[in-house]
């Protein structure tokens, strides 16, 4: 079976197998990117971005490999810089979390690798994920069982799936000695104890530090505007907006689907600045869409919480999840998500 066909499931665990239970507390880069930022201004919501270009992917890309990131649930972490990582050393990598793994489970932690230790573990780049020459090589992480049939039947499960990238990532990059390796955005696809135990690993091995990147309705909002105002060939999803209205005993959430050459057209008719996005725009953007919808329903979307945005680029959930769908624009996606994963670490 190949070693990229992941499942789509991510299972809820308990309380005590979350990641951030396991992630151990700030490291020295930390405190010296905090030193950092006190002396550099830094802004996260630039009042202007460009609209993300299509086929952004550097040459020498693995199709195969972007296609199994793609129409998959991730959950977002930001991460701090790694210290003395080698991209020469991703064989002994992943023979040294193998062996950490199998121990953490013989202790009797709660890992998802199957019945037996018969897991296999693959550290693997992700060549040409990347916005500029400058940042860092993405790179992959599996977890595979593996079948005691003979090898003519033999078939490998995906048990879990995390990738580290850095798209257009100056502004950390520039901070940083070259003893570090710049990754700051991380996205996983499997078991909350799963990716605790590895992001455990990597923190104890890297000195680095994960911390769950959940995304605002600010931030959506912008998401909505950049991904209606790419250019597509054909749409292969509705435009749906999801907003939360807290009440009692239970949150009432109110759906919103609109037909994407329709988003677009309205999209269109706001935008006034070729090749960019503005804050402004943004702004009526979102308030053209809550006036149409009060206009019909006598709702005032104002006053809910958006958390959650689909279109045919990717859909975002305000936890940190987030599901790309379109190759085309990959680059600009992580782009927006790198931006947002930095400012969080500074």
């Known amino acids: 079976m190949d070693s990229y066909d992941a499942s789509e499931s991510t299972p809820r665990q308990s309380t005590s197998s979350r990641p951030e239970d396991y992630f151990i507390g700030a490291t020295f880069l930390q405190k010296r990117l905090e030193s950092v930022r006190k002396q550099t201004s830094f802004v996260p919501t630039p009042p202007r971005r460009k609209i993300p270009h299509c086929s952004l992917l550097q040459e020498d890309v693995d199709l195969q490999k972007v296609a199994f990131l793609l129409h998959k649930q991730w959950t977002l972490y930001s991460l701090t810089p790694l210290y003395k990582f080698s991209y020469s050393n991703l064989k002994e990598y992943s023979r040294l979390l193998n062996a950490f793994i199998v121990a953490e489970k013989q202790k009797g932690l709660a890992v998802e690798v199957g019945e037996d230790f018969n897991i296999k573990v693959i550290?693997?780049?992700?060549?040409?994920?990347?916005?500029?020459?400058?940042?860092?090589?993405?790179?992959?992480?599996?977890?595979?069982?593996?079948?005691?049939?003979?090898?003519?039947?033999?078939?490998?499960?995906?048990?879990?799936?995390?990738?580290?990238?850095?798209?257009?990532?100056?502004?950390?990059?520039?901070?940083?000695?070259?003893?570090?390796?710049?990754?700051?955005?991380?996205?996983?696809?499997?078991?909350?104890?799963?990716?605790?135990?590895?992001?455990?690993?990597?923190?104890?091995?890297?000195?680095?530090?994960?911390?769950?990147?959940?995304?605002?309705?600010?931030?959506?909002?912008?998401?909505?505007a950049m991904w209606t105002a790419c250019k597509m060939d054909h749409y292969v999803a509705t435009t749906e907006f999801l907003w939360s209205v807290p009440c009692s005993p239970q949150s009432l959430d109110i759906s919103y689907a609109i037909h994407p050459e329709d988003a677009k057209a309205l999209w269109d008719s706001v935008h006034k600045t070729p090749g960019e996005v503005t804050q402004e725009e943004v702004d009526l953007f979102m308030d053209c869409l809550y006036s149409h919808f009060h206009r019909h329903f006598k709702i005032h979307l104002s006053a809910t919480r958006l958390v959650r945005v689909s279109t045919s680029v990717a859909s975002a959930h305000t936890d940190g999840k987030i599901k790309i769908l379109c190759h085309k624009y990959l680059i600009g996606v992580l782009a927006y998500l790198t931006e947002l994963a930095i400012f969080q670490i500074e």
Do not use: H
């Open 123 to 224: 550290f693997s780049t992700l060549l040409g994920i990347k916005g500029t020459q400058r940042d860092p090589e993405a790179f992959l992480v599996q977890i595979l069982s593996k079948s005691q049939l003979p090898s003519e039947n033999r078939e490998s499960k995906v048990l879990w799936t995390g990738w580290f990238c850095c798209i257009f990532g100056d502004s950390l990059l520039e901070t940083v000695s070259e003893d570090f390796t710049c990754l700051p955005l991380f996205l996983a696809n499997g078991t909350e104890s799963n990716t605790a135990i590895i992001g455990t690993w990597f923190q104890k091995t890297f000195d680095c530090y994960f911390s769950p990147l959940a995304i605002n309705a600010f931030n959506l909002s912008w998401m909505a």
